[in-house]
């Protein structure tokens, strides 16, 4: 496990200022990104063991950040 943030201009450097924009231009695409932030965070406290949880618990963070990730993505592709 990594236990490094995977913040989303981390994650698609080459997107990092449609990805600015697109959080002020875009309130569907904000909202995306604010619960991906969200999600992440309590994610990356889990791994340090700031906010443990349940094993399955973590595993369905993980699942619904990825899953916010392919969401914004498909945002940026386009």
Do not use: C, G, W
Not at 19 to 36: P, V
Not at 43 to 57: D, I
Request: no cysteine; hydrophobic share 35%; glycine share 0%.
């Amino acid at each position: 496990m990594s236990n490094t943030p995977h913040e989303l201009q981390e994650e698609f450097p080459q997107h990092a200022e449609r990805i600015a924009a697109l959080k002020l231009s875009d309130s569907h695409f904000a909202r995306l990104a604010d619960a991906y932030h969200k999600i992440n965070r309590a994610v990356h406290r889990a791994e340090t063991n700031v906010e443990p949880v349940e094993e399955l618990a973590e595993v369905e963070m993980r699942k619904t950040r990825a899953s916010l990730k392919d969401q914004i993505y498909s945002y940026l592709k386009d």
